[in-house]
């Protein structure tokens, strides 16, 4: 693990740099005024939700490799009978993927795929999917977030926000994540897809390739083995929540039921919109 670990720290030095630049660029007088009153003791708790978050979206990175059959291990054994990776590189391999949000639509995250291939002695096909599946969960913990949100506080939003077209982004992605999600369990109707491909001239190639990956994105969205990682998502993005709002109070915005609904509002569904735009870091709130 230790030749990837310059690339990883170079890309979360990268990301360091990138946001410094944006704040510098966007307004760092008033930014400075509003943080000469910030109580500091604030930056603990918030510091603290925020590895409150990593921590719980590892433990679903870690649920996901032991359903596709990697195991998590302290130390490995050349005789281990079956994929494993050790807990250290695991670590490093998932903190990996932070930096490599910064990609157009994320997909320098695939290498976590081939890397975990190189550590675990894993499939890369059966690999894949658990890199979607990330975006997956998160994508039904916001939209569940956001939702909660408008039923509670939606009238105080609808002042500064087309309250119509928040529905419409919301519908619309729980619509596409339910009904793909409905279509992968559908196994008759997947695998006679999958026997179509099988006879086409460029696709039959890479057919076993396809059944890999179609078998593992179906057991990891299997609702026995989906559950466990979304109450882990559902934990890191309201921790999220929490620590947004109490930013929000540190700025001298007064606190309240109301405003937490609306920081919940706001963090949901800026992670949903920085997701459908696909640009780079567009999960940089991490």
């Known amino acids: 693990m230790r030749k990837y670990r310059n690339q990883i720290l170079a890309g979360l030095l990268f990301i360091s740099v990138a946001l410094i630049a944006v704040v510098a660029l966007t307004g760092v007088d008033a930014l400075a005024g509003k943080l000469e ?10 510091l603290l939700l925020k590895c409150v978050n990593w921590s719980l979206r590892y433990l679903e990175w870690r649920t996901f490799l032991r359903v596709i059959g990697v195991h998590t291990v302290w130390e490995k054994t050349e005789s281990s009978p079956t994929p494993s990776i050790r807990e250290r590189d695991s670590l490093v391999l998932w903190l990996s993927g932070l930096a490599m949000a910064v990609s157009p639509g994320k997909l320098a995250e695939m290498l976590k795929a081939l890397i975990l291939k190189s550590l ?4 890369f096909s059966r690999n894949v999917p658990v890199v979607f599946m990330e975006r997956l969960v998160d994508g039904f913990a916001v939209i569940i977030l956001a939702v909660i949100a408008l039923l509670t506080v939606g009238g105080s939003l609808s002042q500064g926000v087309a309250m119509s077209t928040v529905r419409w982004v919301l519908f619309s992605v729980a619509a596409v994540l339910i009904a793909g999600t409905a279509i992968i369990q559908y196994r008759r109707l997947s695998l006679a897809l999958l026997d179509w491909a099988g006879t086409l001239p460029l696709l039959n190639r890479i057919e076993t390739i396809l059944r890999n990956l179609y078998d593992s994105t179906y057991e990891l969205l299997r609702l026995k083995n989906l559950a466990l990682p979304l109450l882990f998502g559902l934990g890191a993005h309201f921790s999220d929540c929490i620590g947004f709002y109490l930013l929000l109070t540190g700025l001298g915005i007064d606190g309240g039921l109301t405003l937490f609904g609306q920081a919940m509002f706001v963090v949901s569904f800026a992670v949903i919109v920085a997701s459908l735009s696909a640009m780079p870091g567009g999960r940089g709130r991490s």
């Open 37 to 46: 009153t910030f109580p500091l003791w604030l930056f603990i708790p918030v």
């Open 120 to 123: 675990s002695g894993s499939d």
